[in-house]
């Protein structure tokens, strides 16, 4: 069966999905998105979703054309029609068609649209042994120019570490802020364990709010594993006991290696699979249900 995807209140099969070419989504990145999960047919993280959304429309000014109820449905109604029970739904809000210049008023209406794929990012084996990871040159957007807090359409910052960490053999690129400190991954928000307390860049660097981030400090705080957000450095990477990312295609990630030095003893620490294992848990059984 071909995808369908909703546009604006319409469901569309895949090859028939389309949005006008002056959509300011397109011409200028002038649009907000969101990567959700499906796990066994439940929304993972749902409501925490849209508000990140709604953070992010808030961010640069961008009014939703449909109510919160309205976007919530449609989300549910094309995750329904495509009938997948595992599987990654974007999300993306954009200005809208306007003219071919920047001016955002020119945008009359913003267009919604919902696509719902199948994803596997990492193998099985992968979660199991690690990944290496490099840090970019590529310095994150400082907040003073564009908040990276807003999860918008121009990913040029992160696709330009993502190519470096391609040069790099690898899968994924640190990316550190303006003054040097670690911020987090072209995709993924990073952790680190050291002497048992997990260790993450706090919310005032230039970072996206992670909802995997969050739910992971839940969790482990739950567990009764000591959390901190703090200032990080390259030489705390460096010289941590474990490490890993977070995201909602990544999940949890181990990291074994950063910038050619081995992390721990080299293979995922024992915090890591815990909090892997924990994670595991909860994906399947919290999340609103859209297939029964
Ligand atoms: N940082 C960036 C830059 C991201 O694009 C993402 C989303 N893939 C994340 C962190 C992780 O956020 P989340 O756990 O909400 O997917």
Known sequence: MEPKVYIDGKLYPKSEARISVFDHGLLYGDGVFEGI???SGRIFRFTEHIDRLYDSAAGINLDLPISREELEQAVIDTVKANGLKDSYIRLVVTRGAGDLGLDPRKCSKGTVVVIVDKIQLYDERLYQEGIPIITASTRRIAP???????KSLNYLNSILAKMEANLAGVSEALMLDANGYVAECSADNVFIVKKGVLLTP????PIL??????TVMELAAEDGIEVAEVTMTLQDVYTAHECFLTGTGAELIPVIKVDGRTIGAGKPGPVTGRLLEL??????TAGREAIG
């Open 202 to 205: 706090a919310p005032h660097f």
């Open 144 to 150: 003073d120019m564009l908040s990276q807090k807003v």
């Open 279 to 284: 994670f595991r848990k909860l994906r399947t």
């Open 209 to 214: 709010p992670g909802i995997t981030r969050q």
């Open 37 to 39: 999960r499906v796990y």
